[in-house]
């Protein structure tokens, strides 16, 4: 054994075959890669063995080594030879001897541990080294290839047991199908895509017992997540149920208890919260309908009002001092005395009016940049700073650092119609920020302030309890510590309604109305507060407003395409945007026309269209950007506007607000 040994050390078979070898032409052998030396494979042998039956000198490892050597004599390597004999050859997959000897091995019972052992070679349990790749790539790869053509085979004979043969669904179709036979129809024409999904859903230590899993009661994130996004999109529970079933999502009393418990656990921390966090939370009507199902007397659906309200907290901004509140009485007495006068709205007005104006021009220039046909990323001065949008006047901090809670509280059976809902509902909520008890309450309205955010009417229903109980004893009962104010987004809403009234027109006419039917623009006929009326209007107006100042770049310009005015400087494209809006979208330029041309009223109506909107514009960006003092700038504008709307709603709450910010509010309630 060691003269075989020392022979095969020695030996050039164990050196990978020259490409020249005339034995390899016309044959797609595989990359050989160096072998190891004798004495290397027997080391490696020993190490990766797990039990060896028999000494190391017992004849199957002589007749290897004989074997082995006669493959050497022939001038073969253990790869090619393999090759050869598996197929490799046109005489060796004819030959009967080769054939016979081929097929034998094929169905012998060692060629399944030889793959094994190929991809995973055993090792020994006293082994610290790692255990050596040996074939696990190329047979891993193998595996990965052949296992997706076997499935794609079998989903092609499963295909027609699935495939529904026409879009139109009849009574046949569904009641011919039968799950049980279906299932029994799948194992049979796709066992090997049954068994991966089945060995999918056990562990390995499921597999070696024989265990096998429910589906129904598998429990993971993804089903969590399902479960959770159907309640909410208001799956009943028997539907809930049968995705359990089917093993896709959580049970409909899991679901609901999950729930429940999130709730708790967000109200427990929104109340440590409010203890050392600014925040604020708003409320509104919601209105939930009740669908039925059965027969019954009471057959109509019914639709019940209540109130819903939210929680809003900054972790990064620290809750006002205790001695605030004894300022802001103190500041309110100051203030009643002393209201905001029409000399002081229209200070405010020309304080804001420069940075309004050069957000205004921005816009002018952004909707030139912006246009396809200019195309900025080819213009020569696309990195100016003349391009740039203007520095905001007072900007809220921003990123993940400030990054604003929102917590859902429970929903109130109250409609808040009535003062005394509102009332209700202030207690309610109380209740659920954890202010149970009179003298929790009683020390909470002398140390702190809640702001309460909300609509026009909420606002005001707040603000008359006020009225109505100030000549109560205590803090609590008068609602001192409560500042209501509305939210900006009613005020767009408000705002763009205003425009909507004032330009409607007719079909026939230059208006609102008109422009609405050139561009197919569906449902903004009537003003209406519930559905998207109020982004589909905002969206017409931006459209509107484009259109109108392309046309205006034109004639100031003096082109006839936005591709021309590329050949401008960005300093000359900001003149030329200042002369929009001075020219085109002003109050100047609405007094000059009206007393160089009276007559001409199409363009007199265009030049306050233009100023309005634009005004609209800068307020949506402002909100956008969280710029709070480009907002507080705009409300002196909006004042004016709603009052000459007679909208005496807001101009009420424009007025309130304006003498809290410069009359009755102390620095750090501003």
């Given at each position: 054994?060691?003269?075989?040994?020392?022979?095969?050390?020695?030996s050039?078979?164990?050196?990978?075959?020259?490409?020249?070898?005339?034995?390899?032409?016309?044959?797609?052998?595989?990359?050989?890669?160096?072998?190891?030396?004798?004495?290397?494979?027997?080391?490696?042998?020993?190490?990766?063995?797990?039990e060896?039956?028999?000494?190391?000198?017992?004849?199957?490892?002589?007749?290897?080594?004989?074997?082995?050597?006669?493959?050497?004599?022939?001038?073969?390597?253990?790869?090619?030879?393999?090759?050869?004999?598996?197929?490799?050859?046109?005489?060796?997959?004819?030959?009967?001897?080769?054939?016979n000897?081929?097929?034998?091995?094929?169905?012998?019972?060692?060629?399944?541990?030889?793959?094994?052992?190929?991809?995973?070679?055993?090792?020994?349990?006293?082994?610290?080294?790692?255990?050596?790749?040996?074939?696990?790539?190329?047979?891993?790869?193998?595996?990965?290839?052949?296992?997706?053509?076997?499935?794609?085979?079998?989903?092609?004979?499963?295909?027609?047991?699935?495939?529904?043969?026409?879009?139109?669904?009849?009574?046949?179709?569904?009641?011919?199908?039968?799950?049980?036979?279906?299932?029994?129809?799948?194992?049979?024409?796709?066992?090997?895509?049954?068994?991966?999904?089945?060995?999918?859903?056990?562990?390995?230590?499921?597999?070696?017992?024989?265990?096998?899993?429910?589906?129904?009661?598998?429990?993971?994130?993804?089903?969590?997540?399902?479960?959770?996004?159907?309640?909410?999109?208001?799956?009943?529970?028997?539907?809930?149920?049968?995705?359990?079933?089917?093993?896709?999502?959580?049970?409909?009393?899991?679901?609901?208890?999950?729930?429940?418990?999130?709730?708790?656990?967000?109200m427990?921390?929104?109340?440590?919260?409010?203890?050392?966090?600014?925040?604020?939370?708003?409320?509104?009507?919601v209105?939930?309908?009740?669908?039925?199902?059965?027969?019954?007397?009471?057959?109509?659906?019914?639709?019940?009002?209540?109130?819903?309200?939210?929680?809003?907290?900054?972790?990064?901004?620290?809750?006002?001092?205790?001695?605030?509140?004894?300022?802001?009485?103190?500041?309110?007495?100051?203030?009643?005395?002393?209201?905001?006068?029409?000399?002081?709205?229209?200070?405010?007005?020309q304080k804001?009016?420069?940075?309004?104006?050069?957000?205004?021009?921005?816009?002018?220039?952004?909707?030139?940049?912006?246009?396809?046909?200019?195309?900025?990323?080819?213009?020569?001065?696309?990195?100016?700073?003349?391009?740039?949008?203007?520095?905001?006047?007072?900007?809220?901090?921003?990123?993940?650092?400030?990054?604003?809670?929102?917590?859902?509280?429970g929903?109130?059976?109250?409609?808040?119609?009535?003062?005394?809902?509102?009332?209700?509902?202030?207690?309610?909520?109380?209740?659920?920020?954890?202010?149970?008890?009179?003298?929790?309450?009683?020390?909470?309205?002398?140390?702190?302030?809640?702001?309460?955010?909300?609509?026009?009417?909420?606002?005001?229903?707040?603000?008359?309890?006020?009225?109505?109980?100030?000549?109560?004893?205590?803090s609590?009962?008068?609602?001192?510590?409560?500042?209501?104010?509305?939210?900006?987004?009613?005020f767009?809403?408000?705002?763009?309604?205003?425009?909507?009234?004032?330009?409607?027109?007719t079909?026939?006419?230059?208006g609102?109305?008109?422009?609405?039917?050139?561009?197919?623009?569906?449902?903004?006929?009537?003003?209406?507060?519930q559905?998207?009326?109020?982004?589909?209007?905002e969206?017409?107006?931006?459209?509107?407003?484009?259109?109108?100042?392309?046309?205006?770049?034109l004639?100031?310009?003096?082109?006839?395409?936005?591709?021309?005015?590329?050949?401008?400087?960005?300093?000359?494209?900001?003149?030329?945007?200042?002369?929009?809006?001075?020219?085109?979208?002003?109050?100047?330029a609405?007094?000059?026309?009206?007393?160089?041309?009276?007559?001409?009223?199409?363009?007199?109506?265009?030049?306050?269209?233009?100023?309005?909107?634009?005004?609209?514009?800068?307020?949506?960006?402002?909100?956008?950007?969280?710029?709070?003092?480009?907002?507080?700038?705009?409300?002196?504008?909006?004042?004016v506007?709603?009052?000459?709307?007679?909208?005496?709603?807001?101009?009420?709450?424009?007025?309130?607000?304006?003498?809290g910010?410069?009359?009755?509010w102390?620095?750090?309630?501003?």
């Amino acid at each position: 054994m060691e003269e075989i040994a020392d022979s095969f050390n020695s030996s050039p078979w164990l050196e990978p075959a020259s490409p020249d070898d005339p034995s390899l032409s016309g044959s797609a052998l595989p990359d050989l890669s160096s072998y190891l030396s004798f004495d290397d494979m027997m080391e490696v042998d020993d190490e990766n063995s797990t039990e060896i039956h028999g000494d190391d000198n017992s004849d199957i490892v002589n007749s290897v080594l004989r074997v082995l050597q006669a493959i050497h004599d022939e001038g073969l390597t253990l790869g090619r030879f393999l090759w050869a004999f598996s197929w490799g050859d046109k005489a060796c997959v004819s030959h009967p001897v080769v054939k016979n000897t081929r097929t034998a091995f094929m169905k012998s019972r060692e060629l399944p541990d030889i793959l094994r052992n190929w991809r995973l070679p055993p090792r020994s349990s006293k082994s610290h080294k790692s255990r050596t790749d040996a074939g696990r790539n190329p047979l891993e790869t193998f595996a990965v290839e052949a296992v997706e053509n076997m499935l794609h085979t079998e989903m092609d004979l499963i295909d027609p047991l699935l495939r529904a043969s026409e879009d139109r669904l009849t009574k046949d179709d569904l009641t011919s199908l039968d799950i049980s036979d279906l299932e029994a129809r799948i194992q049979e024409l796709a066992p090997t895509l049954w068994s991966l999904f089945n060995n999918l859903c056990m562990s390995t230590k499921e597999r070696k017992q024989g265990i096998s899993k429910d589906l129904g009661k598998l429990c993971n994130r993804f089903q969590w997540m399902l479960a959770v996004y159907f309640k909410f999109k208001g799956l009943t529970a028997k539907g809930g149920d049968t995705l359990h079933a089917l093993g896709l999502a959580m049970s409909s009393k899991w679901t609901t208890n999950a729930v429940e418990a999130m709730s708790a656990e967000a109200m427990a921390e929104v109340k440590n919260l409010i203890k050392c966090c600014a925040s604020f939370f708003s409320y509104d009507n919601v209105y939930v309908t009740f669908h039925i199902y059965s027969q019954r007397l009471d057959k109509s659906q019914d639709q019940s009002a209540g109130t819903a309200a939210t929680v809003y907290v900054n972790k990064n901004i620290a809750q006002l001092p205790v001695s605030v509140m004894k300022e802001l009485q103190s500041s309110w007495r100051t203030g009643m005395v002393n209201p905001i006068t029409s000399e002081d709205i229209i200070y405010l007005q020309q304080k804001s009016a420069l940075p309004i104006h050069d957000a205004e021009v921005f816009h002018v220039l952004q909707v030139l940049i912006d246009s396809p046909d200019f195309s900025l990323s080819t213009y020569e001065h696309r990195d100016s700073s003349l391009l740039s949008p203007p520095p905001p006047v007072t900007e809220l901090p921003c990123g993940p650092g400030y990054r604003t809670l929102q917590y859902m509280l429970g929903s109130l059976p109250i409609p808040e119609a009535t003062y005394e809902d509102n009332d209700k509902v202030i207690s309610e909520l109380l209740d659920q920020l954890g202010y149970k008890s009179q003298e929790m309450r009683h020390q909470m309205a002398r140390e702190r302030i809640q702001f309460v955010v909300g609509d026009q009417l909420t606002v005001e229903r707040i603000r008359g309890l006020q009225q109505l109980l100030c000549q109560e004893l205590n803090s609590y009962e008068r609602l001192d510590y409560i500042i209501p104010v509305f939210g900006w987004l009613h005020f767009q809403m408000a705002f763009a309604k205003s425009l909507h009234k004032q330009y409607f027109g007719t079909d026939a006419g230059k208006g609102l109305k008109h422009a609405f039917a050139v561009l197919v623009r569906k449902g903004l006929e009537r003003r209406v507060t519930q559905g998207p009326f109020h982004d589909n209007l905002e969206h017409a107006l931006y459209d509107i407003l484009e259109a109108h100042l392309r046309a205006c770049w034109l004639s100031v310009a003096g082109v006839d395409q936005l591709k021309d005015l590329r050949k401008y400087t960005p300093s000359q494209l900001r003149g030329f945007a200042e002369h929009v809006v001075r020219d085109y979208a002003s109050s100047n330029a609405m007094v000059h026309l009206k007393r160089s041309h009276p007559a001409d009223t199409v363009r007199w109506q265009t030049m306050m269209f233009l100023r309005n909107t634009l005004l609209y514009v800068v307020l949506d960006r402002a909100i956008k950007h969280g710029d709070v003092g480009m907002m507080e700038g705009v409300l002196p504008h909006a004042l004016v506007r709603f009052a000459g709307g007679q909208n005496s709603k807001y101009t009420v709450e424009c007025l309130e607000l304006l003498q809290g910010l410069h009359r009755e509010w102390p620095p750090d309630v501003r």
